[in-house]
């Protein structure tokens, strides 16, 4: 707080009063207008002086931005990636940034299973049928889909929201092997087993395989045309990552030609895809529109989460969650 002012704080977007309640006559805070992905428009004037930055994925905060902003002291999140800011400048500046772990975990873990369920026994196309008039009959060889148990779940990332995906897979009885950057010994253990493969063992060996792996250099199209031909002619692949982890040509490639058998996807490259991008005319691909943790519960908690990283920042506090934590050894 500069001369008894309330320091000045950039929201992305707006959001419900009650979620960020916490605020309230400890900021003066500026929003940006109703469908906008950035600080623009209204909020340029507010730059020099702004020394919050409460921010979401929709909004880039790169060096172009932070040279805007002189007296920026703390950038707030409102996700689990970060990947829509540049941390090395952040952390170049002294600039903690925060972020909000832990709170959309089962809400994305359940859309995994629903999107698995949903693609896995083909109801989209099952219910387009319907709609359009084509349920004549019961047919014994029609709009037949996959059981799950005894199926191999092959989970790439297995964080917070990778094992939630394993123990809920667990109550269909199905097998769990996982990809990750080390061994996670402690899930094992809390699953009751799942076997640790590399990632070429995963794909090739899996019925189905869900994404769960940040957005970094080494994972961006971790999912490319090689690793698609690897996968089962029938394997289902679910992606609750980010959109660039998958190639999307060489995914549309691999669902028209049949070398794998459906997708399910949260998120897309790019996001949001094009109405009238190819992806959306075949019947095994189901697409909604990133909404993992679009729940009241986890929503609300991201929002108290990010604002309590803000507060902390500003009162010069370490963050509850940083993204950037080397910023404290400067």
């Not at 309640?21 to 940006?32: D, H, I």
């Not at 253990?189 to 940040?214: C, I, M, N, Q, W």
Request: hydrophobic letters at 45%; glycine letters at 10%.
């Amino acid at each position: 707080m500069a001369n008894g002012k309330l320091p000045i704080v950039l929201m992305a977007q707006d959001l419900p009063a009650e979620w960020i309640a916490s605020l309230e006559g400890k900021v003066q805070l500026f929003k940006a207008p109703a469908g906008t992905a950035g600080v623009g428009g209204p909020l340029l004037p507010y730059l020099p002086a702004a020394e919050g930055l409460l921010s979401m994925l929709t909004m880039p905060v790169d060096q172009k931005l932070l040279a805007r902003m002189p007296v920026l002291r703390v950038v707030s999140n409102m996700a689990v990636g970060v990947n829509n800011i540049d941390l090395d400048a952040c952390t170049a500046r002294g600039i903690p940034v925060g972020h909000t772990p832990g709170l959309l975990t089962d809400a994305c873990a359940d859309l995994t299973l629903a999107l698995l369920l949903v693609v896995g026994r083909g109801l989209p196309t099952a219910a387009r049928m319907a709609r359009e008039g084509q349920w004549h009959t019961w047919r014994p060889t029609q709009w037949l889909g996959s059981d799950f148990r005894g199926k191999r779940l092959g989970i790439v990332g297995m964080g917070r929201i990778g094992e939630g995906v394993a123990e809920r897979a667990k109550a269909f009885g199905m097998e769990i092997a996982y990809y990750n950057r080390s061994q996670n010994e402690e899930a094992e253990k809390r699953l009751g087993g799942a076997a640790y493969l590399t990632l070429d063992e995963l794909l090739a060996t899996s019925d189905f395989v869900s994404l769960h792996t940040p957005l970094t250099d080494e994972t961006h199209h971790l999912i490319d045309e090689r690793r698609l031909r690897q996968m089962q002619s029938h394997a289902v692949l679910i992606n609750l990552a980010r959109g660039p982890v998958v190639d999307t040509a060489a995914l549309l490639q691999a669902l028209r030609e049949g070398w794998i058998g459906a997708a399910g996807l949260d998120v897309t490259d790019p996001e949001p895809l094009p109405p009238d991008h190819p992806l959306y005319e075949l019947d095994n691909c189901y697409i909604v529109p990133h909404i993992g943790s679009a729940t009241h519960q986890a929503r609300r908690g991201m929002a108290e989460l990010a604002c309590e990283n803000l507060l902390k920042g500003l009162a010069g506090e370490r963050l509850t969650h940083t993204a950037n934590p080397a910023v404290y050894d400067r």
